[in-house]
T-cell receptor, first 115, second 112 residues
């Protein structure tokens, strides 16, 4: 069965420090991969997506992610975190199932940024 | 283009009642998915509708149902509410077959 794992429930970094959020997936083929961000009480906003091609994907707000097929990973990175990046981050997989696509979300990583 | 809209934004109901939530997708999007988000269970997929037909269904009891209209607007209904149904219900629309999902702000349902 398809699954998405975000091993870090909480991460705390200082403002200006670099950030890496981990995401591992289980799927038989190459899935569509997404990272979303959610601020408190809000819906999810797409940061970036990978469908095919270049395995290093650039997104909004200075985020990037790298698809590594051999490790079944799609980790999110940012070189310098801003206080406004404090939020919850979700990795998601779009996987084909019986001719349609299902979206499976990880459990999320809550990011805290220290001033 | 206007984003995904959900109404109402907040709702308080008592146990045993039923509730209907509404979602209007982005213009031109024919796929609408519903998710339940709770602190304990995270984001859980409820169901997806495409062209008025339910295409996928998550692992929720039959008390949870939905429908989609010809203009792609969707509603979800929860009957015989339980305390555990308190959650943020998110709606997302997308272009098929597997385009990115655009999420609405959610409806916060509180069951007392």
């Amino acid at each position: 069965a398809q699954s998405v794992t975000q091993p870090d429930i909480h991460i705390t970094v200082s403002e200006g420090a670099s950030l890496e959020l981990r995401c591992n997936y289980s799927y038989g083929a190459t899935p569509y991969l997404f990272w979303y961000v959610q601020s408190p009480g809000q819906g999810l906003q797409l940061l970036l997506k990978y469908f095919s091609g270049d395995t290093l994907v650039q997104g909004i707000k200075g985020f990037e992610a790298e698809f590594k097929r051999s490790q079944s990973s799609f980790n999110l990175r940012k070189p310098s975190v801003h206080w406004s990046d404090a939020a919850e981050y979700f990795c998601a997989v779009g996987a084909e199932s019986s001719g349609t696509y299902k979206y499976i979300f990880g459990t999320g990583t809550r990011l805290k940024v220290l001033a | 283009k206007a984003g995904v809209t959900q109404t109402p934004r907040y709702l308080i109901k008592t146990r045993g009642q039923q509730v209907t939530l509404s979602c209007s997708p982005i213009s031109g999007h024919r796929s609408v998915s519903w998710y339940q988000q709770t602190p304990g269970q995270g984001l859980q997929f409820l169901f997806e509708y495409f062209s008025e037909t339910q295409r996928n269904k998550g692992n929720f009891p039959g008390r949870f149902s939905g429908r989609q209209f010809s203009n792609s607007r969707s509603e979800m209904n929860v009957s015989t509410l339980e305390l555990g149904d308190s959650a943020l219900y998110l709606c997302a629309s997308s272009l098929p077959p597997a385009g990115q999902q655009y999420f609405g702000p959610g409806t916060r349902l509180t069951v007392t």
